[in-house]
């Protein structure tokens, strides 16, 4: 059987993509996917020419829609560069079996990134996205990954479309 070809944050594997130059790295996830699939390392803001360090952006309502700004002055828009590395990206993703995102991150949070100025979360822009363009892709983040019934319902869903 084919391992199972799963996207996930490059800054969870231990590349240095973050904002801050740092990374996330999670030992537990990488030795747990290496035993079970492949990896394959996505950072949506690196991907769209954004430089490591850079200024953070968080995300905001602006009319109908979610964009994503710089923190500091919410002048600089980045949506429009983070999808069209998306667009760009599609083939890649179209190959999918599942992604393990990075939580909280403005393009990979899955699900409890905050939104600037008001009292609730949301996707961020890349997991938003990839939702609405492969809706049956399992998706989870690093700490659902670390919770053992969270993580057996998602590598079932995984499994499933092998
Ligand atoms: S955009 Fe995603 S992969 Fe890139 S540093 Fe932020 S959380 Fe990590």
Known sequence: MKRPLIGV??????????????????????????????ALPLCPEVGAGMPV?????????????????DRATERVDETDRLRGWFDRTLPHLATLDGAI??????????????LAGADRTTRGLFAAWLHDRFPRLPLIDEKGLADGERRDAWWRQVTVRQ
């Open 53 to 69: 360090p850079r200024a953070p952006i968080h995300l905001v309502e602006r009319g109908d829609a979610i964009r994503a700004v």
């Open 101 to 114: 995102l990075k939580s909280r991150s403005p393009s990979c949070g899955v699900d409890d990134t905050p």
């Open 9 to 38: 944050s490059a800054c969870l594997l231990g590349q240095a993509t973050r904002y801050d130059g740092a990374d996330a790295t999670d030992r537990w996830l990488v030795r747990w996917l290496h035993k079970r699939g492949e």
